[in-house]
Structure formats: C-alpha cells, structure tokens
C-alpha cells in the first residue's frame, strides 16, 4: 500500500471541492438555460463537440442540472475529455475528480492514467496518480485491474528520487496479492519500472519468473541493461532471442554506440542487414553516430544512399546525424550542402547545432557564426549546446571579442544560464589567445566551483606558452582537487618539453605515476570499409615492414624538403637526438599517413582520426607530407580538425 509520504499530497481535495461546489453555483446563476434541456442522448453526443474548456464547462453545468453527472457512464466521459483531451485542464479534472459521490474502476483508472501521462511539475505530476490510487486501494467497493497496475507502475517510473522505486516494490506486493504478477502487461511494466530505477537486478526476476514474457518484454529486459550500462548481459541476452524486431536491433547497437563501442555497433548493424532486418530511423541514427566516430566515411555515404534508395522519411533526428557524419568525417563542404539543401527541416534546434559544431571543428570559425544568425532570423531559440559549439569555433579561431560577446548575451538576451561546459570553453578561448592572466582571473570569479576540467585546459594553456610558473600553480591547484587525477601527465609533459626532466619525476612521484604512462596515441584509418588502427610504435599491423620502410623513405624526403623534427616533443630524457627523432617518427598518425599512401592510389584524401591532440612535429611533418607526396591529408585529433593540403593546414598552426 503506498503510505503516509503520498497520503499528504492529498490534503487538498477538501478546499477543492468547496471550491467546486461554489463555482458551480455561481455558474447555474449566470448560466440558466433559455429552451428546454436536452435529452440524455444528446447532452453525451455534445462531448463529441467540445473543442475547448470553455465548452466543456458548458457541458459540464448541463450534466449537472439534467443529474447525468451521477450516473457512471457520463462522469466517466466527461472526465475522460477532461484529463486526457489535447486541451486537458488536470486541476479541473482533479475538482470533478473529488465531487463524484462513488467512483468506479473506470474512473479511477481515467484520473491515474491522466496523472501519469502528464510532465507539468505544476500538476505534481505523476505522483499523484499514487494518491490517487492510495486512495483507490482503501475503497473496498473498487478493486485495481491489470490497466489500474499498468498505468500506477508507468507513473512510478517517472517519480525519481528513490520514491519510484519505494513505491513500485508496493504496488508491485498489490499485483502479486491480486494474482496479476504474471500478467504479461503488468510484468511488462514492472521490468521497466525496476530498469528505469536502476534495480536492474529486480526486472530480472520479474522477467525470470514471469511466463508469459513476449516480444515486448524481451525488448524491455534488453533495454533495461542498456539504459544501466551493462552492455554484456545486455549482448547475452540478445543472443538468447529466438524472435528479433527492429526494436531488438536498434536497442544494441544505440547500447554500444553509447559505452564508445562503435565498432561494435557498426558490426552489429551490418549484421542486421546481412539477415534482411530493415532498419528504422532510430539504428540509422546510431549507425551514423558509430561511423562519424570511427571516421568511416564509406559506410556513412552508403548509410545516406541507403535512406534515399528506400524513400525513407527523413526528420531532424536523422538530418542531424547526417551532418554530424559528414562533419566528422572531414567531408565539411557536403555537411554544409545536405544542411541547405533541407529548408523544409529545419524547424528544430537539432541540425542547426550539428551544422555549428560541424563548422566549428573545422576551424570554419566565420561560418559558425553566420549560421547562428541565420537560425536567429528564422526564430529557432538556441540552447546550451548550441552556445558549446559555438564558443568553440570563436576559440579555434581566435575571436577573443566575438567569443566574449556571445559568452555575455546567453543570459541576457537568450535566457541560457552558462554551465561549466560554457566557462570550459571560454577559459579554452582566453588561454589560446595567450590571455592567460585574464582566463585565470576568469575561474577565480566563476559562480560555479571550477573543477579539474577546466583547470586542465588552463594548464593546457599554459603549456602551449611555455608559462612555467602558472603551470606550476595550478598544478598545485588540480593536485589538491584530485591527486589521481590524469592532468598531472600533462604537468610533468611541460616539465619534459622544456628539459626539466627532474621536476618531471617529481610531479610523477607525488602523483604515484611511476612508471604509468599516459593515454597511448592511437591513429585510425578507414579502407574499404575496415578500420585500421596505430598505436605509436606499433609493429601488430601485417604490413609493417612495409609501412617501416616508407617511413625511412619519407624522413630523407622531407628532410630534404626542409624538415626539420621538432626533438623537443620528445618527452622522454633522451640526450642523443638521433634516437629522439627516431622516438618521433614512430607516432601514430604517421604510420598511418604510411599505410594509407600504400594502400591508396596516388591522388586519394588520406583519413585520419587520432584520440589525442596532434604533437607539434606531427603537425609540421604532415604538412611537408601533402607537399612532398601530394596528397590532400585530413587528421581529425582530440581538438579539431586539420586539412593539410600543398605544405600548408587549415588551422594556420593555431590549434
């Protein structure tokens, strides 16, 4: 039985029904019908009729007079048009809710779902459907039914704070006393009350011990382990189906695109097709996701040419992961193309942001902003996420004033409060720029308590302009808020970069690093549909004795066109500088660059993705490698992108 924590959220239905009962009176005084009342018959078909409150007010006086209010079928009409209509007033179903002397189980049923079906915090929604069914169970003339359990458990899931799952566990001891436990929709609704809660190991009981499980409950159970992060018993159990549906599918692959498992996901989905399930919008969005992190570019293409071959309707979900793909993938002119080219849908904030995060990765810092007010003129209110990508492309372009500017007009002038992420990317802005005094001065006097993420960026800074002394401080700073925290790599990577190998193992000491190195680089490349991945100095691929010999092929090369290695990159204490270019060579981006100029022929875009920010001899060797071989390079790193054509790149070396 829900208990007293409901009970006292019921304490209003006294004032309210005197308040009703004056309302009414009130009502018929000013509202004495002219011609003679309707017959019975009519007076339900003028429901049908009803169109506004008002109306059903009118209505509503009228059941009244004629004394159809009392009658069980009426009330039940009225109610329902109430409560669940497109222009439902729920404190006004609630008033009538209180004045029927002797509700049924359709009544009561009407007001729980109604309550549950609702969002406005206004309403207390949906916790007062167990108010409501707290009061229902207490009325020996009504009993619950398996929709009376359906919709309660629906509200439970929607109640948070630990009352959803305190109250599911009782109306869960209420279905098994009225033998309604193994009911297939009761079991159903009580698997994704307990997922929803994060009792995961409890929806698997429900699921276990109940019979009559079908389609929709395997699906639930699937989700249930995928919403908790539990991506192995989710694969199990998907493996145990004897039945899939595209909802099965599309479960999965979301899962391992959410954990960073896209080629999971991207396996997953080609298996889907292989057997002939068709996909809805929902895998597709997933499988565009997996290939805009993978910078599968050819998957992506056939994906697009997938929902245009099967007419598939298109909406701003799919439309923005589109752009997202082809952002992500370096393709950022055909981005921009699929985004202009759909006028029609655009009426939602979701390809707009894609299309300024798209712009903004690149580099495209003007265009960013452009589209953000041309999303303005067409009066598409921006959000957070748009104001994220947004500073980040005034940040990669070094727009200082345009990037404070918009910074202070989120509150003013567009009602968005700034978060962490938004002082993140403002401190990330002032510090590129060299303006490191006034991003420090800039955290200091934030509102919200600064974490180890944006100190990090300040670090980061700082180490980009060699200021020692400032990284020294808030090295302090991030140890104090997290002694395990990954940031003091990069404070002991400064030490290293400048020759300062003793502070170096200092930093690495205190942080009881010793011989933990940080995150490995890792490079990725796409070719004919496979991904190939590099880490620095790896010897695992079948080809690399070939990529090790282009290597050896490209240093005399480029050193004869000017290269020279950037040795202080190297970040271990090497004194011989030799071995120090030799430790260069072996990056990851650049065994990539190798196996894609053997791999594809002359003239080819090579791909790359890397998981860290591009090194400063990276960069400067990548661009010699576009002059020297003549190949357009895209390297996407942890920071943005960088499109190295004829010895030059796109970043203009501010990244």
């Not at 993140?424 to 974490?451: F, H, N, Q, Y």
Request: aromatic residues 8%.
């Amino acid at each position: 039985m829900v208990g007293c924590k409901l009970a006292q959220q019921s304490s209003h239905s006294k004032s309210n029904s005197l308040k009703m009962k004056r309302y009414y009176c009130t009502f018929l005084t000013a509202s004495k019908p002219k011609t003679p009342p309707k017959s019975n018959s009519n007076l339900l078909a003028v429901l049908d009729s009803c169109n506004s409150i008002v109306q059903i007010k009118q209505a509503h006086v009228q059941f009244i007079t004629t004394g159809l209010i009392s009658r069980p079928i009426p009330a039940t009409k009225l109610l329902k048009l109430i409560s669940l209509s497109s222009f439902a007033s729920l404190p006004y179903a609630h008033q009538l809710f209180d004045q029927i002397p002797s509700p049924d189980l359709f009544i009561y049923n009407t007001m729980i779902k109604a309550y549950s079906l609702a969002t406005s915090i206004r309403y207390s929604s949906p916790r007062n459907s167990l108010v409501i069914f707290r009061q229902m169970i207490r009325n020996a003339d009504v009993s619950p039914n398996q929709y009376t359990l359906v919709f309660v458990l629906k509200a439970c899931c929607c109640c948070g704070d630990g009352l959803g799952v305190w109250a599911g566990k009782q109306v869960h001891v209420c279905a098994v006393k009225l033998g309604l436990e193994c009911n297939v929709f009761v079991g159903n609704v009580l698997i994704k009350m307990y997922g929803d809660c994060g009792v995961i190991d409890d929806a698997r009981k429900v699921f276990e011990g109940n019979s009559e499980r079908d389609l929709y409950s395997w699906n639930t159970m699937l989700s249930g382990y995928v919403d908790n992060g539990d991506l192995d018993r989710a694969k199990r159990l998907f493996d145990e189906m004897e039945e899939r549906n595209v909802v099965s599918w599309s479960i999965v692959v979301a899962g391992f695109v959410q954990v960073g498992g896209f080629l999971e996901a991207l396996e997953l989905f080609n298996k889907m097709l292989h057997i002939g399930a068709l996909p809805n919008e929902f895998t597709l969005v997933s499988a565009l996701t997996a290939c805009a992190n993978l910078l599968a570019l050819d998957q992506g293409r056939w994906i697009h040419a997938y929902i245009e071959r099967c007419r598939m309707k298109m909406n701003e979900r799919l439309l923005a992961s589109l752009i997202d793909m082809y952002a992500k993938c370096g393709e950022i002119e055909f981005a921009s193309k699929v985004f202009y080219d759909a006028d029609n849908l655009k009426q939602e904030i979701w390809p707009w942001n894609a299309m300024i995060s798209g712009f903004a990765m690149h580099g495209h810092s003007k265009e960013a902003i452009d589209v953000f007010e041309q999303m303005k003129l067409v009066n598409i209110v921006p959000n957070g996420i748009t104001f994220v990508s947004l500073l980040s492309a005034c940040s990669h372009g070094k727009l200082v004033v345009e990037g404070r500017k918009y910074f202070e007009s989120m509150p003013s002038s567009y009602g968005v409060e700034p978060e962490i992420e938004h002082y993140g990317c403002l401190v990330d802005l002032l510090g590129r720029a060299g303006l490191l005094k006034e991003a420090e001065e800039m955290i200091l006097t934030m509102p919200l308590s600064p974490d180890t993420i944006i100190w990090g960026a300040l670090l980061a800074a700082c180490r980009i302009h060699r200021d020692n002394e400032m990284g020294d401080r808030v090295g302090k700073v991030i140890r104090e808020l997290d002694p395990d925290h990954s940031c003091h790599i990069l404070l002991a990577n400064m030490y290293s970069s400048s020759g300062r190998w003793n502070e170096a193992k200092i930093v690495r000491e205190r942080a009881g690093i010793v011989g933990m190195k940080k995150i490995p680089g890792c490079s990725s490349i796409e070719l004919h549909g496979m991904i190939h991945q590099f880490l620095v100095g790896d010897r695992s691929h079948p080809q690399t004795k070939h990529i090790y010999m282009l290597l050896d092929e490209m240093a005399a090369k480029l050193k004869s066109a000017g290269y020279v290695p950037e040795t202080e990159e190297v970040l271990l204490d090497i004194d011989d500088e030799e071995d120090k270019e030799t430790a260069l060579s072996r990056h990851s981006e650049k065994l990539a660059i190798a196996f894609g100029l053997i791999n594809t022929q002359p003239g080819t875009t090579i791909r790359i993705m890397k998981n860290l920010r591009v090194c400063g001899d990276c960069h400067q060797v990548t661009k010699h490698i576009s002059k020297v071989y003549d190949r357009e390079i895209i390297v996407r790193d942890r920071v943005r992108f960088h499109h190295f054509k004829d010895g030059q790149c796109s970043c203009k070396d501010y990244w």
